[in-house]
């Protein structure tokens, strides 16, 4: 997996009941005969994402004209960024678009399109698209989490003003979101980013890191972070000027075997 979107990786995982409970309320219900979607949708929401892209494909195959086929297309294409293949996902999601019949796949369609994107590091088209899902009812998506990622994508272009906006939006009408932490942390770090190289639970081991780091010339600091409801000590280089210059300190520390990701 690449590590190097855990942020929007993330979110996907988080997102994965949410796509199927909360989205698409617009739409019709499902028919209990149709077994072919059901059992797709169940591997979905089991994480087994191969077998839903699959079971997927054979509903689409022979029911290319179901008022569900919208709806297949969507979650197939979830699945397909799931498995990091993007091409297919960004297909997949267009075709969601096309034959929407509700706004809320339209807008899910456009949050996966950005996701593609982002994830690819197109940040401006990521933009685009997030703005355009913002742009339909709070009702058809989860908004503290398209905020979040749009957020994201305004920093690594550069327009920390417009993100920080956002991020205090975020931790400051949605406390409770999975996301209010890590926007908060965003935004009290400031402007810039880092390579993480590690975080742990135990501060002991983030001193040890920091100095292996040390010895071969990179100066780390130890900052403490909160995820998964734990405290944890995340081992981080740099107060970096550009996205560009937080991957290319990413892929020399890669090269030296560290497992790494840049942010925010």
Known sequence: MD????????????????????????E???????????????????GDFPRAASAFSDFLARKRRSPYAARAHYFRGKAYLAMENYSAAGEDFRQAQK???????????????????FVQDNFSS???????????SKEAYEDDAVRYK???????LDLW??????????????????????????????RGFYVQVGAFSER???????????AQGYPASIEEI????????????????????????????QARGYDTFPGP
């Not at 990786?9 to 989205?23: E, G, K």
């Not at 979607?37 to 089991?46: D, S, T």
């Not at 019949?101 to 996966?112: F, K, P, Q, W």
């Not at 995820?227 to 520390?253: D, F, P, T």
Request: charged fraction near 25%; include cysteine; aromatic fraction near 10%.
């Open 3 to 26: 590590r190097r979107n855990w942020h929007l990786l993330l979110l996907v995982a988080l997102s994965l009941v949410f796509s199927s409970c909360a989205l698409f309320r617009g």
């Open 28 to 46: 019709p219900p499902l028919p209990v005969r149709d077994r072919t979607f059901a059992e797709a949708e169940k591997y979905f929401l089991a």
């Open 99 to 117: 034959k929407a019949r509700s706004d809320e796949v339209r807008a899910g369609a456009l949050i996966g399109l950005g996701d593609v994107a």
């Open 126 to 136: 990521a933009k685009a698209y997030y703005k355009q899902a913002l742009k339909f």
């Open 150 to 156: 749009l957020a994201l994508s305004y920093a690594r």
């Open 161 to 190: 003003y417009e993100a920080k906006n956002l991020l205090v939006d975020v931790y400051m009408n949605y406390p409770e979101s999975p996301r209010a932490a890590m926007a908060k942390e965003i935004v009290a770090r400031g």
């Open 204 to 214: 002991s081991s983030a001193e040890n890191l920091r100095a292996d780091l040390a």
């Open 226 to 253: 909160f995820r998964h409801e734990q405290i944890l000590y995340a081992v981080r280089i740099g107060r970096l000027i550009s996205w560009s210059e937080a991957r290319k300190l990413e892929a020399e520390l």
